[in-house]
T-cell receptor
Framework: EPEVTQTPSHQVTQMGQEVILRCVPI?????FYWYRQILGQKVEFLVS????????KSEIFDDQFSVERPDGSNFTLKIRSTKLEDSAMYFC??????????????FGAGSRLTVL | GQNIDQPTEMTATEGAIVQINCTYQ??????LFWYQQHAGEAPTFLSYNVLDGLEEKGRFSSFLSRSKGYSYLLLKELQMKDSASYLCAVRRWGDDKIIFGKGTRLHILP
């Protein structure tokens, strides 16, 4: 079964450092997402991406965050200067089309970011 | 905005049936999703409802009442592997994203 793959599975970084989390969405999917989940809290939407541009972003997704699709397969989330409160599990997700129906988001296994 | 409410935790016995409720308030409702999330893992899709009624898929069923802003997930013949968090999520017309509730942590006792 096709899956969304994420790397690294766990990253530890110092406060103020830049971090890049990588995702390979399912190959025929067109919409890409980043969500995060702080330990013990709910899964929160960060950003959606379609047709090589951000289609929607949340209040969490401030100037410290950026996303990029550098080639035909990768989708990255960059945090420019990490803060302690950025420590969370970051999930990448993708879905196929804009047509009606379930249009299910498929999630990757996540990248756990720990900021010290 | 959107508001999604679920019980924080529930406990049930192996082999039994459990119903997890979700209420929501949102404008432009365009579908409700249930996901399962084991600790430390990704959410995985269970079910989708957009019209009123019951959707059945094996041991799992999901119900929706749009007029009441209410859904439930019904799990039958509970197994120990069903111990997980169950996330209710809502989509609105014109949105790319889905918004999750806080999830219900289900504990299964032998």
């Amino acid at each position: 079964e096709p899956e969304v793959t994420q790397t690294p599975s766990h990253q530890v970084t110092q406060m103020g450092q830049e971090v890049i989390l990588r995702c390979v969405p399912i190959s025929n999917h067109l919409y890409f997402y980043w969500y995060r989940q702080i330990l013990g809290q709910k899964v929160e939407f960060l950003v959606s991406f379609y047709n090589n541009e951000i289609s929607e972003k949340s209040e969490i997704f401030d100037d410290q965050f950026s996303v990029e699709r550098p080639d035909g397969s990768n989708f990255t989330l960059k945090i420019r200067s990490t803060k302690l409160e950025d420590s969370a599990m970051y999930f990448c997700a993708s879905r196929r089309t804009v047509t009606s129906g379930a249009n299910v988001l498929t999630f990757g296994a996540g990248s756990r970011l720990t900021v010290l | 905005g959107q508001n999604i409410d679920q019980p924080t935790e529930m406990t049930a016995t192996e082999g039994a049936i459990v119903q997890i409720n979700c209420t929501y308030q949102t404008s432009g409702f365009n579908g409700l999703f249930w996901y399962q999330q084991h600790a430390g893992e990704a959410p995985t899709f269970l079910s989708y409802n957009v019209l009123d009624g019951l959707e059945e898929k094996g041991r799992f069923s999901s119900f929706l009442s749009r007029s009441k802003g209410y859904s439930y997930l019904l799990l039958k013949e509970l197994q120990m592997k069903d111990s997980a968090s169950y996330l209710c999520a809502v989509r609105r017309w014109g949105d790319d994203k889905i918004i999750f509730g806080k999830g219900t942590r289900l504990h299964i006792l032998p």
